[in-house]
Nanobody, 111 residues
Framework: QVQLVESGGGLVQAGGSLRLSCAASGSIFSINAMGWYRQAPGKQRELVALITSGGSTKYLYSVKGRFTISRDNAANTVYLQMNSLKPEDTAVYYC?????WGQGTQVTVSS
């Protein structure tokens, strides 16, 4: 079983930055893709960014150029650097590793 611990959320003004972290521990034999998702009130959960074991990345169109996903394989940790944040980025952000979900971290962007 994999445990995920997320951190880095908070309240920030529009145009600001936040960095999310998600550390995986437990029964990890191999980690393939690591991803960040978000869910705003009344909306479905959506994929924000994904990074494969080889380092290939994929982004939600609306965050391209503003968000950067990265991973530290030695530490089993995935990061999401979020710059130029907008009020519409407000959501609970979840990491996903090997199909397991983190507890979520709230990101609130004020206008």
């Amino acid at each position: 079983q994999v445990q995920l611990v997320e951190s880095g959320g908070g309240l920030v003004q529009a145009g600001g930055s936040l960095r999310l972290s998600c550390a995986a521990s437990g029964s990890i034999f191999s980690i393939n893709a690591m991803g960040w998702y978000r869910q705003a009130p009344g909306k479905q959960r959506e994929l924000v960014a994904l990074i494969t074991s080889g380092g290939s990345t994929k982004y939600l169109y609306s965050v391209k150029g503003r968000f950067t996903i990265s991973r530290d394989n030695a530490a089993n940790t995935v990061y999401l650097q979020m710059n130029s944040l907008k009020p519409e980025d407000t959501a609970v952000y979840y990491c996903n590793v090997n199909g397991e979900w983190g507890q979520g971290t709230q990101v609130t962007v004020s206008s």
